[in-house]
């Protein structure tokens, strides 16, 4: 997955920081209403898998699984 350069939306860079940040914000919550559709690639799955360990690379009943996002929104009391 290459990142393009693509040209700013007109009138995007007429707007205030914050206003891109909200346009930005938008946009990803359009994207990310199907996250099955959002590719992935094999590294950054593996960077996930590795980072989910503790160091030394040995699991712990003290250390949770990372878990995605649509995982733990479900779930917020399982954060305390």
């Keep these: 997955m290459e990142?393009?350069?693509i040209p700013d939306p007109p009138g995007f860079n007429s707007l205030s920081k914050a206003?891109?940040?909200?346009?930005?914000q938008a946009l990803?919550?359009?994207?990310?209403?199907?996250?099955?559709?959002?590719?992935v690639l094999e590294s950054q799955l593996n960077l996930l898998k590795k980072d989910s360990l503790p160091i030394g690379g040995v699991r712990n009943e003290f250390v949770p699984p990372i878990r995605f996002w649509t995982g733990c929104e479900k779930s917020p009391s399982d954060r305390f």
Excluded: F, K, T, V
Excluded at 19 to 24: D, F, G, K, P
Excluded at 28 to 39: F, K, L, Q
């Design 19 to 24: 206003e891109q940040i909200r346009y930005l």
């Design 3 to 5: 990142h393009a350069s």
């Design 28 to 39: 990803w919550d359009r994207i990310s209403e199907n996250p099955g559709d959002i590719p």
